[in-house]
């Protein structure tokens, strides 16, 4: 039996997830919306129109499983693979495994809890639904071995939600996720007009600003710049957490940074656990403080 793998063009998680495909045993067969390329033995073309649309993903993704009874299907770890695949565990009534870091026979390891936690889970019998957890397998390189094109047959439901709009992120051109450098305020940075001193900071540096969840919520930031669990993972040389107490849900996207400095105020918080380098004390003193530091060091 084969197995299905979900791909997207020029997506490394694609890649990490033929490799779980791989690992599985048996043909590895390819599904992509539009033209994609992928090492697997022979990658699907699926014509569907327009941008993305999670059911109609689902739904071409459905239509091949019946088509080819695969073993299992595997997506990556994704917003847009976990997404996909959800969609599909519901239309064929099968529980899903997001975020897997190893699978044997029945029995898979999977990520929770943005990471912090592995489970141990079987699979029931029958045909297998998983996602690969980021960075937990190597990308596989090639390209595919044949390409077919097919034609879903899509009911109007299937595209009732899609994608309308894509909006840029404000960090200045540097993506937050790729900065080598991420300086990240919290509620102790108090509004939005007490971002400048960040911005000021990442500039020198050639960093992007991030922020956790309840600036977003307060709406001094845009959701693009939120670090977490349900925000961006980043993995920087240095992350600097400013007024920012270190909840589980804000570490899950910060916890892959070389090294992280944070400043706050409360000697007892959480985030000080997690820090290479701790300065307790009021951030308005203590950013300009560096900033000005660092023009003096430069000017020098
Ligand atoms: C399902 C779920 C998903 C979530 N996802 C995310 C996520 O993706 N990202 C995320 O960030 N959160 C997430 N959260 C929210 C998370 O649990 C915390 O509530 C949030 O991270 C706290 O944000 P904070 O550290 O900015 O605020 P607080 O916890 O209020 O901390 C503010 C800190 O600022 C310090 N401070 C105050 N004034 C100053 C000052 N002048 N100088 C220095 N320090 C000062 C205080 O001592 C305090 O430690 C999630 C929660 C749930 C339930």
């Known amino acids: 039996m084969s197995v299905l793998v979900l791909i997207e063009p020029d997506d490394e998680l694609a890649l990490q997830a033929v490799t779980l495909a791989r690992s599985l045993g048996g043909p590895v067969q390819g599904i992509s919306i539009g033209p994609a390329d992928a090492p697997v033995d022979v990658l699907h073309v699926a014509q569907v129109d327009g941008s993305y ?75 297998k639904l998983l996602t690969a957890a980021p960075h937990a397998f190597e990308a596989a ?52 007009e007490g971002f400048a001193v960040l911005e000021e900071l990442a500039g020198l540096l050639g960093g992007a600003v ?47 940074a070389k090294k992280l400095l944070a400043i706050n105020g409360d000697p007892e918080a959480t985030i000080f656990a997690h820090a290479d380098y701790a300065v307790i004390g009021d951030l308005h003193e203590i950013l300009p403080a560096i900033s000005a530091e660092l023009r003096k060091a430069r000017a020098a």
């Not at 689902?58 to 080819?68: F, I, K, P, S, T």
Request: proline share 4%.
């Open 210 to 256: 991030g922020c956790s969840r309840v600036v977003t919520s307060a709406g001094w930031r845009p959701h693009a710049d939120q670090v977490g669990q349900t925000g961006t993972k980043v993995s920087p040389e240095l992350y600097v957490a400013c007024g920012i107490s270190g909840a589980t849900q804000h570490i899950a996207g910060c916890k892959g």
């Open 141 to 192: 390189a090639g390209r595919a071995g044949a390409t077919e094109s097919f034609a879903p047959a899509l009911a109007e439901a299937d595209t009732a939600v899609r994608v309308v709009e894509s909006v840029g992120a404000s960090t200045g051109g540097i993506s937050l996720a790729e900065a080598k450098v991420v300086v990240s305020g919290g509620r102790g940075v108090g509004s939005a």
């Open 53 to 127: 649309a999670p059911g109609a993903w689902a739904a071409a993704v459905v239509q091949l499983v019946e088509r080819l009874a695969p073993s299992a299907v595997v997506a990556p770890g994704s917003d847009r693979g976990n997404e996909v695949l959800a969609h599909v565990a519901a239309r064929l009534d099968l529980p899903l495994a997001a975020n897997v870091t190893e699978m044997r026979g029945d029995e898979v390891t999977r990520q929770r809890w943005g990471g912090s936690l592995l489970e141990e889970a079987r699979l029931g019998e029958g045909l």
